[in-house]
């Protein structure tokens, strides 16, 4: 295997650090289903604006959300569709760790 250079390996750590907060997940399960304002966020996540616009930003300098201005308003959407594939995934890994737990707490 050819290793890829440090850079490539920094980026894809930008891109883990955007998705280590259950805010963000939150927010970008939202967006996976259809475009949202801020507003609709804050609302969504529980926090201000001002929360919510710091983890917009995260995901936005991950590449992860875009956003488009009409008029006063900006509407964030997913700009990476392939994370639904990565989720799917984390739900396995979930599924399996519960299956793994259930076990040893029977065996007990």
């Known amino acids: 295997m050819k290793a890829k250079p440090r850079q490539h390996y920094e980026a894809r750590a930008q891109i883990a650090k955007a998705l280590a907060h ?9 967006l996976s289903e259809k475009e949202l304002c801020v ?6 996540v529980g926090a201000d604006q001002s929360t919510v616009s ?3 930003t995260v995901l936005k300098s991950a590449g992860l959300v875009s956003g ?6 900006i509407y964030y959407r997913m700009q990476c569709p392939c994370l639904g594939g990565f989720f799917e995934c ?4 979930l599924k399996t760790n519960l299956k793994t737990q259930q076990q ?4 007990l």
């Open 22 to 30: 259950p805010s963000r997940l939150l927010i970008l399960d939202a």
């Open 39 to 44: 507003c609709d966020l804050t609302e969504l």
């Open 54 to 56: 710091k983890h917009l």
């Open 68 to 73: 488009r201005k009409d008029g006063s308003m």
């Open 90 to 93: 984390m739900e396995s890994v």
């Open 104 to 107: 040893l707490v029977r065996a």
